[in-house]
């Protein structure tokens, strides 16, 4: 939209046990934050759409395979009381991402998407 500005985090913290320094969003893009007449507030991100910052030297590309995974699991932790972000959408891109599923050096082409999901904060 006119006068928008997308961003994504930078953050530092754990991953996989070991302290690892500067992480940030890989492949989110926050948008922008939405105000509902209820007075409720909004962020709404995207995740797949494309490199950003903090890609390190990955495509920042999303697969239909994990995309679908976390919008099904989204809901699921949703209707069982858990907080959790919301997938308010999930498109197929059309294109190819590479990836190698089983880390063996046998890369293929996979369903690219994109998630958008909802929270009142991604912080």
Not at 13 to 25: P, R, T, Y
Not at 109 to 117: I, L, Q, S
Request: charge should be neutral; aromatic fraction near 6%.
């Amino acid at each position: 939209l006119p006068g928008m500005e997308a961003v994504s985090a930078c953050y530092g913290g754990h991953q996989f046990g070991n302290w690892a320094g500067q992480l940030g969003d890989g492949r989110a893009i926050t948008l922008g934050e939405l105000a509902t007449s209820r007075g409720e507030h909004w962020e709404l991100q995207l995740k797949g759409a494309g490199p950003t910052p903090y890609s390190r030297r990955a495509d920042g590309r999303a697969v239909m395979r994990s995309s679908v995974r976390e919008f099904l699991c989204s809901e699921a932790m949703h209707h069982l009381g858990i907080p959790t972000t919301r997938a308010l959408s999930l498109v197929g891109t059309g294109e190819g991402v590479l990836r190698d599923i089983l880390y063996d050096g046998h890369p293929r082409e996979e369903p690219g998407a994109v998630v958008c999901r909802v929270a009142p904060s991604f912080l």
